[in-house]
């Protein structure tokens, strides 16, 4: 069939099943606009910032909406998407970015509005493409999707030159792609399989450190009957969260940074750890040679490049996690530890997650909104203490549950995510947990919200500060407060909201919490903002310094 | 330590610049680099030179290959090669230096490619080793320019990439 490049890729997303996405025109995209104008079946949400769009594209794929799509005009547009690329980037995230670009006869002049976004782009996408021949249109999206959802998922760019938006083409759509230099490794080796399987048996201290590969290979159920089996202690990074139901005794929350004191014991006591689809981040570890020191390691993950990056484990597997873990669950004997539990259960009591004081405090209000939905809404989190607050005091039950940016901690990522997560999941309830810097960040999508109908819950735990920056600086530079106080300037979010058509609410006493939050799940067909005036001191507890150690932990 | 890498490539625009920066992020100086299409035109070959530790090496060939148009990666260190590069060096040749400086270029199986009243240039392949042999003996006429290729590898025997 004969069709324009526009037409094209309206066509290739529909074969992808693509069914919405989030945009902003621009000159070198007004063929795709035009062409967008007549299409139905997909749906096409404009953002107010075309940050917004690669967030809201990223949180629809972690919701489980499959691949996000975004788009955005040439140069300006394009560098716009640009945190919102290296955001998924770094945490794995499916989504196919497309841009437009000056007429490649235009390309390289400098011309209005160029910007080489495939240059700019080539350290934080898995792959990207300059579309130069317009009967590449096809094969080249095809790719695009696979590339994106297959292996380790990652974002993916397409540029797309305006001329080749006009071009006319024939239409045939490639039933396989071939990527000879692309294959990923998804089941694992079985000797290796075999030997991680006699390591765990052997194992009197186990413990199972498990990331964000967990929740991209759907491999709760494995993971879970796994744990069961050998009986092992479960400590899940901020990207892992809900790949293991938390409210599981075996459960022992997040480790690293901020996590439970317990956490951090259990993987520095452990004589085995089995480490699934993660990669040994920073503020998992610490100062890395002193990292859980006592264990051997198993290490699953579908990217071997992430196998003795960091850490060079006793039993490396490069393989799809659940398909791993299947396996692995088929060879290993069931197992008892009832001295390793009690030694837990007795870092449980001794240092038990809490809080002290007076006033309006965070973590009550996390509880709170974990209460009013029964654990089951979507949380996204904006970055910095609301994240830790949010990661800590909301315990998820399922994967896809709890998105947030974790290897960039990007500011502004909440808001224009939990947008996308709650077009993915209309049905569900959707939550940002948000700080007052974060939110400003991108506040406009306020209106993409108003406009869409997207009931998003907003909870601005709204401290006046930086948050955690001042609370390292109060920690680590003498409680020098540099450029960390936002009082000032910072606007009155209920006006901000309601001047925008949505709902605010200002929150300052506990007995205001529950009520306040009754009448946001209450809300269905509009944005929804609760401005929580918290104690400003308040600190992240428990905190390993950076490049610290287990010894080093603060407790509170 | 010095490693010799050959990467397969599909033949693409920006192949060399996603390879290289790679090599840059990991804080590795290539020492050469050369790179050209194979027996297969939608294939090229690089040939690369560079130092440093064996794992950090390892860790760029796993990214090298998550790279979509990476086909292959050898690390030649534990296997016969043959390796040549090729230098063209212009240096001083006054009368008096001429005879011996023929004499020099014919032992080193080299060529003179260009004369004129007060310089040679002088052509000459082979190992790093070798070039560097020569370039070592012709420094005391006076070298004015120089420029070597990359190092390019293959495999001894039947063996291919
Ligand atoms: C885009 C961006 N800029 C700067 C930072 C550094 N940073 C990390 S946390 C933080 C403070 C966040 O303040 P707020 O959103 O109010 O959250 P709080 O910590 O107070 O809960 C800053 C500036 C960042 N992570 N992202
Ligand atoms: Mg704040």
């Known amino acids: ?556 | 330590m010095k490693h010799t890498i050959s990467v397969l490539v599909n033949n693409r625009p920006g192949v060399l610049a996603r390879t290289a920066s790679l090599f840059a992020r990991r804080g590795f100086n290539i020492d050469s680099l050369a790179v050209s299409t194979t027996q297969d035109p939608d294939i090229s070959r690089m040939t690369i030179v560079v130092e440093g530790p064996d794992a950090v090496l390892e860790q760029i060939s796993k990214q090298l290959y998550k790279l979509m148009d990476v086909i292959k990666v050898l690390d030649h260190q534990d296997e016969a090669v043959i390796n040549r590069e090729l230098a063209l060096i212009k240096v001083n040749a006054e009368a008096g230096a001429r005879g011996e400086i023929m004499q020099t270029v014919s032992i080193f199986r080299a060529n003179i490619v260009d004369v004129s009243d007060r310089s040679f240039t002088i052509e000459v392949t082979g190992s790093a080793d070798k070039v560097d042999a020569l370039i070592g003996l012709l420094n005391q006429y006076g070298i004015r320019e120089m420029m070597r290729t990359g190092r390019i590898v293959l495999s001894r025997g039947g063996r291919t990439a």
């Not at chain 1, 996405?21 to 139905?40: K, R, T």
């Not at chain 1, 400098?110 to 080539?122: A, H, K, M, R």
């Not at chain 1, 000797?191 to 765990?200: H, N, S, V």
């Not at chain 1, 750890?273 to 990669?279: K, S």
Request: aromatic share 8%.
């Open chain 1, 1 to 556: 069939m004969k069709m324009t490049g526009a037409q094209a890729l309206i066509e290739c997303l529909r074969r992808e099943g693509v069914q919405v996405i989030f945009g902003y025109p621009g000159g070198a995209m007004l063929p795709i606009y035009d062409e967008l104008y007549d299409v139905a079946d997909i749906r096409h949400i404009l953002v107010r910032h075309e940050q917004g769009a690669a967030h809201a594209a990223d949180g629809y794929a972690r919701a489980g909406g499959g691949v996000g799509v975004c788009m955005a005009t040439s140069g300006p547009g394009a560098t716009n998407l640009v945190t919102g690329i290296a955001t998924a980037y770094m945490d794995s995230v499916p989504i196919v970015a497309v841009t437009g670009q000056v007429p490649t006869f235009a390309i390289g002049k400098d011309s209005f509005q160029e910007v080489d976004i495939t240059g700019i782009t080539l350290p934080i996408t898995k792959h990207n493409y300059l579309i130069t021949k317009a009967e590449d249109i096809p094969g080249t999206v095809k790719e695009a999707f696979y590339i994106a959802r297959s292996g380790r998922p990652g974002p993916v760019l397409i540029d797309f030159p305006r001329d080749m938006q006009q071009a006319e083409i024939e239409f045939e759509y490639p039933e396989s792609v071939e990527l000879p230099g692309y294959r990923p490794t998804t089941t694992g080796h079985p000797k290796m399989i075999e030997r991680a399987a006699e390591l765990l048996d052997s194992a009197r201290r186990p413990a199972i450190y498990g990331g964000g590969g967990v929740n991209s290979s759907d491999a709760q159920a494995e993971l879970l009957a796994l744990a069961e089996r050998i009986d092992a202690a479960v400590t899940m990074t901020l990207m892992g969260k809900g790949g293991f139901p938390e409210d599981h005794e075996l459960c022992l929350g997040m480790p690293g940074m901020h996590g439970t004191a317990y956490a951090n014991y259990a993987l520095h006591e452990a004589d085995v750890i089995l480490a699934v689809g993660t990669r040994f981040d920073d503020r998992v570890t610490g100062k890395l040679d002193m990292f859980a020191r006592n264990a051997k390691f198993i290490h699953i993950d579908i990217d071997p490049a992430e196998i003795g990056k960091n850490v060079v484990p006793a039993l490396p597997i490069v393989g799809d996690v659940k398909s791993v873990l299947a396996e692995l669950l088929g060879r290993v004997a069931r197992k008892r530890h009832p001295e390793w539990r009690k030694t837990i259960d007795e870092w449980k009591k001794q240092y038990p997650m809490r809080w002290k004081g007076d006033g309006l405090k965070p973590q009550f209000i996390v509880r709170e909104i974990h209460r009013a939905t029964k654990g089951d809404a979507i949380i996204v989190t904006e970055v910095g203490q609301n994240q830790m607050w949010a990661a800590q005091w909301y315990p998820c039950k399922r994967s896809h549950q709890f998105l947030s940016s974790g290897g960039l901690g990007t500011m502004g990522y909440g808001f224009p995510a939990a947008i996308g997560a709650q077009v993915a999941c209309p049905n569900q309830v959707v939550w940002d947990i948000a700080g007052d810097g974060s939110i400003q960040m991108n506040i406009q999508e306020m209106a993409t919200a108003v406009a869409n109908k997207i009931p998003v819950k907003i909870a601005v735990l709204n401290n006046g500060y930086l948050g955690m920056v001042r609370q390292w600086q109060t920690m680590f530079f003498k409680n020098r407060l540099s450029h960390t106080d936002i009082n000032v300037g910072t606007p009155d979010f209920v006006k901000l909201v309601e001047a925008y058509g949505g709902v605010g609410m200002r929150v300052a006493n506990e007995s205001e919490v529950a009520p306040a939050i009754e009448k946001a799940m209450a809300l269905k067909d509009r944005p929804c903002l609760i401005d929580f005036i918290i104690a400003r001191d308040e600190n992240v507890m428990p905190m390993v310094p950076a490049g610290g150690t287990v010894d080093e932990m603060l407790v509170d």
